[in-house]
């Protein structure tokens, strides 16, 4: 299971850094990614990180702004997003994908080798 924090609220252009801290599986072996949901909105997947670190994927809406990394010993993914936008505000979550997705294209909410959802963490943005 995984468990996020970090989520808050901001001011439009402030930053934050959402943490997801893996228990009870072998986080290190797998693609993870970090997905958002706005009210009234689908769940959308926004980047994703592979296991070994050495390819990380983003979607056009957060590309130059939010970064993915990992720490396989502490077994923790982080998500650091900088310049914030109100269109940020929704519910992140992470996940592992059990097929190795992440190397060849962007996570999708969709993806049926998705395991191990967090609960989620509340970012909300304000202009």
């Known amino acids: 299971q995984f468990v996020e924090s970090g989520g808050g609220s901001v001011q439009a252009g402030e930053s934050l850094r959402l943490s997801c801290a893996a228990s009870g599986f072998a986080m290190e072996i797998y693609d993870i990614g970090w997905f958002r949901q706005a009210p009234g909105k689908e769940r959308e997947g926004i980047t994703c990180?592979?296991?070994?670190?050495?390819?990380?994927r983003y979607s056009d809406s957060v590309k130059g702004r939010f970064t993915i990394s990992r720490d396989n010993e502490r077994k923790v993914v982080y998500l650091q997003m900088d310049s914030l936008k109100p269109d940020d505000t929704a519910v992140y979550y992470c996940a592992a994908d059990l097929a190795p997705v992440c190397r060849e294209r962007l996570i999708s909410p969709a993806d049926r080798s998705l395991r191990y959802w967090g609960q989620g963490t509340q970012v909300t943005v304000s202009s």
């Open positions: 990180i592979t296991s070994r670190s050495d390819r990380t």
